[in-house]
């Protein structure tokens, strides 16, 4: 399966959490917006080339490093699974699975 920016998105986000950065610290050591950092770690928005080097240099990684998502990918899938099932089933049935995940998380 090919890498979605929500993915992509959430890689990023993992690795600037991983060096201790908030989203405004990134944005301001690569020269962005706040608003858009939030929007590429959100999946909304794919940063061009020039954009994900300076990315991949103000975290020490290699612009590889962000291809890796096989982890995240696989929770993105499982949780849209989940969404679709959960908007299909009657209201009874939804309200009794909710108040069962409410209960174990």
Known sequence: MGITKM???ARIQELRKHC???QAQLAEIIGIDEKHMSKIECGRHFPSLDLLNKIADALNKSVEDFFVVEHLENREIL????????????NKKFCAIFRILDELI
């Not at 699974?81 to 908007?87: I, P, S, Y």
């Open 7 to 9: 993915a992509f998105g």
């Open 20 to 22: 201790h950065l908030t």
């Open 79 to 90: 949780i849209e699974r989940l969404v679709q099932k959960l908007k299909m089933l009657p």
